[in-house]
């Protein structure tokens, strides 16, 4: 079966200030079905720099090796113009030859030494003493960034494409599914759920308010497999009697968020799914992906982690306005 990926990124985008504008960062965020939303951040101080190690981590390994590979070639054609100036300062070198200088450069900052082409002149040593002191310190940034980036802490939890409300038990419930996707477990796994709209104060104006949603079972000691989160809908719910069109307005959606331990590396990891309204849905439930083979095994097909299908007939929901998708 193939391996099915659910996640959700996030893109960033800083734009310097330019001609006495304020800086602006602009964050794209991609939802597993591959819909993007996005904004932007206006005002910040031009500072691209004061946090470069956070954006090489968050930078993707093409842009990260190309960013790497572009310095490395940078940094030797710097040292190659110092040597190609001060001609004759090599050794077995073309001294009009631009090459020679440059490829010079590159086993002087690898300290390959082939024992071809050595400095010469005080100037020509002067630089190589320079760069090999770089090259130790390119190599020692580099060899780190690339380790803290290989290193860090992932968690392949996916999160079911919809979430559904369907009666169980009689009580409508809000119920969507998570899985790890690695095939270890996540000790001490928590999952909170909140809903996020804007509201309208009395003095005009719009907040962004988050309710948190109480769930029926908020922690898994061993999260190994799959895990049903459960939301009971009950009077003391936000999502209690909702006004459907009231909800469109205020901009609404739920916020998932897993965090645990990973057993294999020890090293707390993290989640996070966004529902849209149109990603709920009502008197709908979560096909069942647990199957009995003839001999009494049980398996999992991820293959219908996705699938939900509509309840017929549909059983009335308390305080509903009319079923359909939120």
């Known amino acids: 079966m193939a391996e099915r990926k659910h996640r959700k990124t996030t893109e960033i985008q800083r734009h310097p200030a330019r001609h006495g504008r304020p800086a602006r960062l602009q964050v794209k965020q991609r939802r597993p079905d591959g819909s993007a939303t996005s904004f932007d951040i206006i005002g910040l101080p031009a500072r691209p720099l004061s946090d470069l190690y956070h954006q090489l981590l968050v930078a993707s390994w093409p842009q ?7 310095f490395y070639l940078a940094l030797n054609a ?18 009009d030859s631009f090459a020679d200088a440059f490829f010079f450069s590159v086993q002087t900052l690898a300290t390959i030494g082939y024992g071809v082409m050595s400095p010469h002149s005080t100037l020509s040593h002067i630089l190589v003493t320079i760069q090999a002191f770089a090259g130790v310190l390119f190599t020692a940034l580099s060899t780190g960034l690339m380790f803290a980036k290989f290193s860090r802490p992932t968690a392949r939890v ?24 690695r095939g270890n477990r996540i000790v ?11 509201e309208r104060t009395l003095e005009a104006e719009t907040m962004r308010r988050f309710a948190d949603l109480p769930l029926v079972r908020a922690q898994n000691i061993a999260f190994a497999l799959t895990w049903t989160v459960m939301h009971e809908i009950d009077e003391n719910s936000p999502l209690f ?19 645990g331990l990973d057993e294999t590396m020890a090293q ?11 990603d709920i849905l009502w008197n709908h439930r979560l096909v069942d ?9 049980r398996s999992i097909d991820m ?15 308390p305080e509903a306005e009319t079923p359909g998708t939120v």
């Not at 928590?190 to 804007?198: E, G, I, P």
């Not at 707390?268 to 149109?278: E, G, I, K």
């Not at 992906?289 to 095994?297: K, N």
């Not at 293959?303 to 059983?315: I, K, N, W, Y």
């Open 158 to 181: 996916m999160f079911s494409k919809f979430a559904v409300v369907a009666p169980r038990n009689g009580v409508p419930m809000l119920m969507f599914r998570v899985a790890n996707a």
């Open 289 to 297: 992906t647990f199957l009995t083979a003839p001999d009494g095994r």
């Open 64 to 70: 990260l090796f190309a960013l790497m590979i572009s």
């Open 78 to 95: 710097v040292f190659a113009v110092g040597y190609w100036l001060d001609r004759g300062s090599i050794d077995h070198a073309d001294p």
């Open 241 to 259: 009697g909702p006004n459907l069109e009231k909800l469109r307005t205020q901009d609404a959606g739920l916020v998932a968020v897993l965090t």
């Open 188 to 198: 001490e796994a928590r999952m909170q759920v909140a809903l996020v709209r804007d």
């Open 303 to 317: 293959g219908r982690f996705d699938d939900v299908e509509a309840l017929t007939p549909s059983p009335p929901l």
């Open 268 to 278: 707390p990891v993290h989640a996070r799914n966004n529902y849209s309204l149109t």
